[in-house]
Structures are given as C-alpha cells and as structure tokens.
C-alpha cells in the first residue's frame, strides 16, 4: 500500500485547508485510514480516523469540532477538512491506514504510511 498526501500549504490563523490522501491499492474499502500529525520537536500525535465505509469516525480532542476525515472508496482518497485553525495545528501531517480492528488511535495500529504534507498556520 503506498499513500501519497497532498493538499499542505500555508495559511493565516481561523482559516480553512483541505488535505488529501490517495491509496495505490485495489482494496482500499478494506482499510481503516487516519491522519495523525507531528510538531517540530514533538511527538507525532493522532489526529482522526475513519472506518473503512466511512461510517465511523473518532477525533483528538484537539480538533473535535474543527476538522473532518471523510472517504471517497470509489477514489481510494482519505480527506481531512480542517477549519478554524490556529499556530497550534502547524505540523507536518500524515496519513496512515491500518487493516486491524479496535480502537486504531495508536501509532503501531497502523501498518502504512504516506511521507505526510506540510501544513502551517500563521498568527
């Protein structure tokens, strides 16, 4: 499974940006997909995840309310609409997916990963 992000870019604080995911895999409905995100000097932490039909989804609390994971299956993209947002959501983001069941909030859930996009906030 290879991921390739796109869709980073720099934007002023309570703005909006869309980032994007696409699978090269032929069962891409068959995986759990997350973004999770990584601060200079931090920790790469989770961010949201979307169940492989898309009918479930779970959020940090850090951006419960701000931002959206959706799926298109029929277009093997993940989506992570990010509203509202602030210098704290500058990071690095990635997109994971896991073909595992549970709660799937960790890092070692997840078996693939993208190189991740750069998003950045200014204030």
């Known amino acids: 499974v290879q991921l390739v992000e796109s869709g980073g870019g720099l934007v002023q604080a309570g703005g909006s940006l869309r980032v994007s995911c696409t699978a090269s895999v032929r069962t891409f409905s068959s995986y759990a997909m997350a973004w999770f995100r990584q601060a200079p000097g931090k920790e790469r932490e989770f961010v949201a995840r979307?169940?492989?039909?898309?009918?479930?989804?779970y959020y940090a609390d850090s951006v419960k309310g701000r931002f959206t994971i959706s799926r298109d299956n029929a277009k093997n993209t993940v989506y992570l609409q990010m509203n509202s947002l602030n210098p704290e959501d500058t990071a690095v983001y990635y997109c994971?997916?896991?073909?595992?069941?549970?709660?799937?909030?960790?890092?070692?859930?997840?078996?693939?990963w993208g190189q991740g996009t750069q998003v950045t906030v200014s204030s």
């Open positions: 994971a997916a896991s073909g595992r069941l549970g709660p799937l909030r960790r890092l070692a859930d997840y078996d693939y």
């Open positions: 979307i169940s492989w039909s898309g009918g479930s989804t």
